[in-house]
């Protein structure tokens, strides 16, 4: 996926921000908590980790060949990292970013929650 693309689709996605964090990554972020982790090399996307769900993680680190465990001890709450691009077709991707946003804002503290609203 392009990343003009996949960061139009992300900030379209109600109170989604983005911060350059870590040098080349972008980290995108819902009330302060971030649900995608991009690497760069220059303009194009080198990987990216998401948060997934319990049975997400278990299927796409063990089904989907280019989908690891995330570094960091970020799999321990269950974010794996894309390194092949060409793993999940653009669409598979979107809706992988899209249940990590609804993820982390579920988890949110309601007061954050009702900022948002």
């Keep these: 996926m392009r990343l003009d ?16 964090q870590w040098g080349e990554t972008l980290v995108f972020k819902i009330g302060g908590k971030m649900f995608l982790i991009v690497a760069l090399d220059g303009g ?3 990987g990216c980790a ?10 796409l680190t063990t089904e989907v ?6 570094r960091y001890n970020m799999f321990k709450s269950h974010w794996v990292q894309l390194e092949d691009p060409d793993a999940l077709t653009e669409a ?14 579920a988890k ?8 948002l609203a």
């Design 5 to 20: 693309r996949l960061k139009a689709f992300v900030l379209a996605l109600p109170h989604a921000t983005i911060v350059k």
């Design 44 to 46: 194009t996307i080198e």
């Design 50 to 59: 998401f948060k997934c769900s319990p049975a997400d993680y278990a299927r």
């Design 65 to 70: 060949d280019g989908i690891i465990p995330a």
């Design 92 to 105: 598979q991707l979107k809706e992988q970013v899209r249940l990590a946003y609804d993820l982390i804002k």
């Design 108 to 115: 949110l503290p309601r007061k954050i929650q009702a900022t």
